[in-house]
Nanobody, 127 residues
Framework: QVQLVESGGGQVQSGGSLRLSCTAS????????IAWFRQAPGKEREGVGC????????VYVDSVKGRFDISRDSAKNTVYLQMNDLKPGDTAVYYCAADISTRPYECYNRGDRYEHWGKGTQVTVSS
């Protein structure tokens, strides 16, 4: 059974850091493009960033460029979202998602591209 599980969320003060993990079971994350999305209360889901299946090509939304970084650990079948200089506007539930059908060197921050989703982890940034 394909499953994605996010972890690492929590509460942090503005300017702090968190690292979220997305761990897979039932399939290999290296076979997929992986994206992180977030949804704040009363707002639409937003693509934060993604990493391609090959070569680690990444795309980030402008609001997190220079602060967030996505990386893979193939041995642990895990993808990370390192979040630095967090702001109250980053408060949301964060989800990881896997796209097994995309081409090797591409990824997209569009939810309709992704077949498998985790249940999310809450990130709260206080001012």
């Amino acid at each position: 059974q394909v499953q994605l599980v996010e972890s690492g969320g929590g509460q942090v003060q503005s300017g702090g850091s968190l690292r979220l993990s997305c761990t897979a079971s039932g399939f290999t994350l290296d076979s997929s493009a992986i994206a992180w999305f977030r949804q704040a209360p009363g707002k639409e889901r937003e693509g934060v960033g993604c990493v391609s299946r090959r070569a680690g090509f990444t795309v980030y939304v402008d609001s997190v460029k220079g602060r967030f970084d996505i990386s893979r650990d193939s041995a642990k079948n895990t993808v990370y979202l390192q979040m630095n200089d967090l702001k109250p506007g980053d408060t949301a539930v964060y989800y990881c998602a896997a796209d097994i059908s995309t081409r090797p060197y591409e990824c997209y921050n569009r939810g309709d591209r992704y077949e498998h989703w985790g249940k999310g982890t809450q990130v709260t940034v206080s001012s």
